[in-house]
């Protein structure tokens, strides 16, 4: 017996269906994250990527929950130099994102703090291959990778406690991956990093029939270098407050960049893509993956490969 494409979809509608325990009806099926609930919560909050996005969303109105280890300097800094009743609107909650019961605690802080669960969530959380925990160094301790607990286990983890709480209050929402153009290539100096990212793009792409019932929009942004001159020094103060990536603060990534060749984007470019994401809800269907390149991007989508502007 062979089935159709049309009927495959639908096959896959109604199963996802039993699988959230909801009852979609035609006005559930094809529905947009609810703009009314700004409340966001972000891990790896405290620096870098997704310190630069809570800036950005802070600006149009949301509450923020930041969740991390701890907060960079630079985070401090912003949150001390917000107005009273603005800052109100950004709480840090300190948490490691390898433990599965801190981050289920994190969306019930988000309740306390704001009156709601999240409807904004960036697992933004990530680590490079340290030397500690690579798979070159033979120095695991704890019969597991830390790079997988992190960048892969913990988005994952945590995309699931976000669809139960949306779900179960009935809101929509939106889930914004930050994934890295390794997934698009192949490491033999970083096998694990690069493939934790290849896992969380297929990652991406799989829950995107989420957004035909429950209204959750699961997308990522996957920044990476480009080949151009890069005019300044190679000084890692210098990288710290430039280019602002993991990959130039470790020693031991640096060493495999060339500054003559390789030139990461800075955060803040990398968060206006997620917010590309965010917004531009016609133009980047669920599941994309967007490859952020200055002014241009490539979004890879469930359904192939395209290009588009970041505007």
Known sequence: MCISSADHNITSFYALSLILHCSPSDDERITMPNTLQQIALVTGGGSRISVAFVKQ?????????IADLALHPSASAWIESLQPEASQRVVFFQLDVADWAQLEA??????ASFGCVPTLVVPGAGVFEPSSNSFWEDQDQDSRYKVFDINLNHPIKTTRIAVRKLV???????????????????????????????????????????????????????????????????DSNTFHSVVGSPLYEKREAAKFLDPER???????????AMMTLLRQLDE?????????????AKGVSPRGFRAAGTG
Do not use: W
């Open 57 to 65: 969303i802070h600006r149009i109105g949301y509450s923020i929950l």
């Open 168 to 234: 179960e209050n009935n809101l929509q929402g939106t889930i914004i991956h930050i994934s890295s153009i390794a997934a698009q290539r192949s490491s033999i100096i970083t096998p694990l990093y690069t493939a934790s990212k290849h896992a969380l793009s297929s990652f991406i792409r799989e829950m995107a029939p989420l957004a035909e019932i429950p209204g959750i929009r699961v997308v990522g942004v996957a920044p990476g270098s480009k080949k151009s001159p890069f005019s300044l020094p190679f």
């Open 284 to 296: 980047y269907e669920p599941g994309t993956v967007l490859l952020p390149r200055d002014r241009m």
């Open 106 to 111: 994190s969306f019930n802080r988000c309740v």
């Open 262 to 272: 390789d030139y990461i984007l800075p955060p803040e470019a990398v968060a206006s």
